[in-house]
């Protein structure tokens, strides 16, 4: 088979097979009722144990300068021991509700979860009414909790999956538009390979730091950071005729003595 044919074989299936795995983890967020829920079911579970947790650490009186907020921070502080020990006495019956709130949330067929999910968008949190609340007030706040974590992470999946699907096509599209630069694509049809490799490795063995690059914030901009700098390759490639991408290629081809070399395409 000539070489160039080869090529393109293996960079356009690279774009497919890439292309195909993200389009397929995006379309189960639509087409399978829970696919997130039941795949990060761990990763949720903790996220939102987290969340309420600090929400109960983080209870405190009001802050204003209006006299009846004095007085609410001078009872605060007079009464402080007592508060703490009432944290502790919510923190407790939240964990004591813990998995009969959670086998609530997740049966998908009660038609609470709306409920639920319209509390987390209006920022349903605790303050410090809760710390007596009844029963039916802890598993709410655990209910919406968890619904914001699932949410979230449901949104973050979309997006992920989204942003490397059009990584791939672009791949795939510009290899027809430009197939004299079968050796310049390579250069981005690494770099998606690799971090598909990696994610494909944290999905089947480290399915929690999967899911924490994915929604957290920090790491996420460096992944999309990643994907910002494939998209240069291409626009390089396509805009400036690859002389950027051509001089990287020819440094690497130099560093391990080869006698190839590339030209702007």
């Given at each position: ?8 074989l293996s960079l356009r299936s690279i774009g497919v097979v890439g292309a195909a795995i993200f389009l397929t983890f995006f379309s189960l967020t639509y087409s399978v009722p829970g696919w997130v829920e039941d795949f990060a079911a761990d990763y949720i579970e903790s996220q939102a144990q987290e969340r309420v947790d600090a929400s109960i ?209």
């Amino acid at each position: 088979m000539d070489n160039t044919v080869l090529q393109k074989l293996s960079l356009r299936s690279i774009g497919v097979v890439g292309a195909a795995i993200f389009l397929t983890f995006f379309s189960l967020t639509y087409s399978v009722p829970g696919w997130v829920e039941d795949f990060a079911a761990d990763y949720i579970e903790s996220q939102a144990q987290e969340r309420v947790d600090a929400s109960i650490d983080a209870i405190r009186s009001p802050e204003s300068e209006n006299a009846l907020a004095r007085l609410a921070q001078s009872m605060y502080e007079k009464n402080e021991a007592q508060i703490e020990h009432l944290k502790t006495d919510l923190r407790n019956k939240v964990h004591e509700q813990w998995a009969t709130a959670l086998a609530t949330v997740r049966d998908l067929d009660c038609e609470c979860r709306e409920k639920w999910q319209d509390w987390f968008e209006s920022g349903f949190n605790t303050n410090i009414a809760l710390l007596q609340a009844a029963n039916e007030q802890i598993s709410n706040f655990i209910h919406s909790s968890y619904m914001g974590v699932a949410t979230e992470l449901k949104r973050d999946i979309r997006i992920f999956t989204a942003s490397n699907a059009a990584a791939f096509i672009l791949l795939l599209l510009v290899s027809f538009l430009k197939p004299q630069a079968m050796m310049h694509l390579f250069l981005p049809g690494v770099l998606l390979a690799v971090s598909t490799l990696i994610c494909s490795y944290f999905y089947i063995f480290e399915q929690n730091w999967l899911l924490t690059i994915i929604h957290s914030s920090y790491l996420g901009f460096v992944y999309l950071a990643w994907l910002g700098v494939v998209f240069l390759f291409l626009c390089d490639i396509v805009f400036n005729r690859g002389r950027v991408t051509t001089e990287i290629l020819n440094a690497f081809l130099n560093v391990v003595g080869s006698a190839l070399s590339a030209v702007p395409c």
